[in-house]
């Protein structure tokens, strides 16, 4: 009988466990980034939906008639709510706190200050033709003051 060596069935093996450690890393791989797209998409939902919230929240609250920004914050839930009045154009932008996802409403006015919502007048970027005048909505550095009543008024400087 010949004397065998095994060398043909340790080379299958370790090749069996080196394709199974590639498959494997491949797989994990996948899974970071796949957590990376879930984990993004969170943000982007509660980003949303806290914009949604604030603009709902904004639409309801008395506006001074004075021209060009003026915002006002809901500490509790970080909502800000900023109106943009040129004229007869009123537009309404809304966010969940600094540096979130933004929403915007054409809204008209109402009596003693209020405002209403124009139907198809969603928007999800700034429709206003210079972007300065978006990114002065919110000034920098004016942030609501957490031991100050629920509901300041700030009005922007340009």
């Known amino acids: 009988m010949p004397r065998q060596h095994g060398s043909a069935s340790l080379l299958t093996v370790v090749m069996l466990l080196l394709m199974g450690t590639l498959l ?5 791989r996948q899974l970071n980034e796949n957590l990376l797209l879930v984990r993004d998409e969170q943000i982007y939902i509660r980003q949303f939906t806290q914009a949604s919230s604030a603009l709902a929240w904004g639409e309801r609250l008395r506006w001074s008639a004075q021209a060009g920004w003026q915002c006002q ?3 509790e839930w970080q909502w800000r709510a900023c ?10 932008r809304a966010d969940g706190g600094v540096n979130s996802l933004s929403l915007w409403r054409w809204v008209t006015q ?5 405002i209403r ?5 969603w928007l999800d970027f ?7 005048q978006c990114e002065n909505s919110v000034p920098a550095g004016k942030q609501p003051d957490r031991d100050a009543d629920r509901v300041a008024a700030v009005q922007p400087e340009f």
């Open 24 to 28: 494997l890393n491949a797989t994990r």
């Open 73 to 75: 914050y809901q500490s």
């Open 83 to 92: 109106l943009y009045r040129s004229g007869q154009k009123l537009l309404l």
């Open 110 to 114: 109402r009596p003693e200050g209020r």
């Open 117 to 121: 919502a124009l139907a198809h007048g």
């Open 126 to 132: 700034c429709p206003l033709q210079e972007e300065v």
